[in-house]
């Protein structure tokens, strides 16, 4: 192997990849330390990031619709504070709607719950009474009540210590996360109200650091990133509130109780993609339950049938279309997602996958339309044809290799022959050379000699003449002024 530049260039990157393999080996978990505090340190404008993200995307409809478009310095201004109170204000509306409801279903429950276990006592009653082999099975099972007493109370004592510990920890996480919100609040002000300035910013520099082709795939893949994940969101919450309604309505014309408490949990569990509104129907099935069992099971054939249509019907259409994402990589993302990041990896998985998937889809129509056939279209027999190509081939690069090393000594024998020749004739030259030169000199020196001579007898007969011929005219204007006297 030549040692050319880019040899060494590839050596020298090998080089690094393994030092800084064999340093990651070494140092795990100092790294992922170092990774850790890093990360908590830039946090609140993580957070903020995040929060800028979720209030454009209602910011970008409110500018797009707008009639002030010729007021800039206001009209930004403007459209922020009312994302900002169309957000809070959706918040403020779910909170009052479904505070008081939820205060109605804890009253409820206080006076269903003792009546559910009367029941499920009496119950259990008429069952070992017609069957008196199971109480005869409890009475040969023999507790130890002394025992978990003192294990009980010895759980408490040592949990007692820790509770002034667990509580003030509490706290201190508690102001920490309100200091984070609001430091990644103002960031994310600041962040919607120089958007445009921070992303010419941004590209400037990726475009004066990175190589060209490098900078605009970047700056391409950020571009796509940013509208699957703000499609992904506005079909996100439109779905959610299509499947709310739903339930609320069918709820309330089948007289099913709770129907707008259970609506609005539906509709925000349903963020969740596809496992959300099954976490949505399980607190609905036990509330309704301590009303009514069979209401419970009317509740969950409603469940069913209306989730079948939004799968089915809804889903595709607002969310499936926006994303571009097939169904079983969306099942696969949520799964992914949900467990290395839980519900945040449920919701991010998915648009970061549709990117993915959308980059590689890419890639592969590229490459297939840059070859020139398909095997496909060679038609039958075309491997055996392509096998038989390729050992022509080789057989053929291997003679060219042999034919193209005999060339090569033999070029560099004659070249060394041929180059102490050429030194030779060049050294006779050069002195030839030399010798031409010095003696152009030496006549050029006397040329320019001869010639100053020349040049100052010249001067000096035209100074005379010069001189002769003034004297004439003031001779001559004499003369003129004695005849007019």
């Known amino acids: 192997m030549e040692l050319n530049r880019e040899n060494l260039k590839k050596i020298r990157g090998l080089i690094v990849f393994t030092v800084a393999a064999v340093v990651l080996g070494l140092h795990c978990e100092e790294i992922l330390a170092f990774l850790g505090s890093g990360v908590s340190m830039i946090s609140p404008f993580l957070l903020g990031g995040a929060i800028a993200f979720v209030l454009n995307v209602p910011m970008r409809a409110i500018e797009d619709h707008t009639p002030l478009k010729r007021m800039k310095k206001f009209r930004r201004p403007m459209c922020l504070i009312l994302s900002i109170t169309l957000v809070a204000g959706i918040l403020a509306l779910v909170i009052f709607v479904v505070g008081p409801e939820l205060v109605n279903t804890a009253m409820g429950l206080r006076k269903s719950i003792p009546a559910f276990f009367e029941n499920v006592q009496i119950q259990a009653e008429e069952l070992f009474s017609r069957n008196p082999g199971i109480l005869m099975y409890i009475d040969r099972i023999e507790v130890d009540w002394d025992k978990a007493g003192r294990e009980i109370m010895g759980f408490l004592s040592s949990g007692a210590g820790t509770m002034m510990a667990s509580t003030f920890n509490a706290a201190v996480s508690i ?67 299509i499947l709310g309604t739903m339930f609320f309505v069918t709820m309330t014309v089948m007289r099913l109780p709770y129907a707008l408490l259970i609506g609005v949990l539906i509709a925000f569990t349903a963020l969740i993609p596809i496992f959300g509104a099954f976490v ?26 209306l989730q079948q249509l939004e799968g089915n019907l809804i889903y595709p259409h607002v969310v499936g279309g926006s ?163």
């Open 175 to 241: 102001i920490s996360g309100v200091t984070n919100f609001c430091i990644g609040f103002v960031f994310a002000v600041y962040v919607l109200l120089q958007k445009e300035t921070l992303s010419r910013q941004a590209k400037r520099l990726a475009r004066a650091f990175l190589p060209g082709r490098l900078c605009e795939r970047i700056i391409r893949t950020a571009v796509l990133t940013e509208r699957t994940f703000s499609n992904f969101l506005t079909g996100q919450c439109l779905e959610a509130v």
């Open 280 to 305: 949505g129907c399980a607190v609905g099935a036990f509330l309704i339950l301590m009303v009514s069992p069979v209401q419970a099971l009317i509740f969950m054939v409603v469940f069913q049938v």
């Open 323 to 485: 994303v571009g994402l097939p169904s079983i990589w969306v099942l696969v993302a949520v799964t992914v997602g949900g467990s290395a990041m839980g519900v945040l990896g449920m919701l991010v998985f998915i648009p970061l996958c549709s990117v993915f998937y959308t980059l590689l889809r890419e890639a592969v129509g590229a490459r297939l339309e840059g070859k020139e056939a398909r095997p496909e279209e060679a038609g039958p027999g075309a491997e055996d044809r392509t096998g038989e190509a390729n050992t022509e081939a080789e057989g053929r690069t291997e003679e060219a290799k042999t034919e193209a090393e005999s060339r090569t000594e033999e070029s560099k024998a004659g070249a060394g022959g041929r180059t102490k020749e050429a030194k030779a004739e060049e050294e006779g030259r050069a002195k030839e050379a030399k010798a031409e030169e010095e003696g152009r000199t030496e006549e050029a020196k006397a040329e320019e000699e001869g010639q100053t001579e020349k040049t100052g007898a010249e001067i000096g007969e035209k100074k005379v003449t010069a001189k002769t011929s003034g004297q004439r005219q003031e001779g001559a204007g004499r003369h003129k002024t004695r005849r007019r006297k």
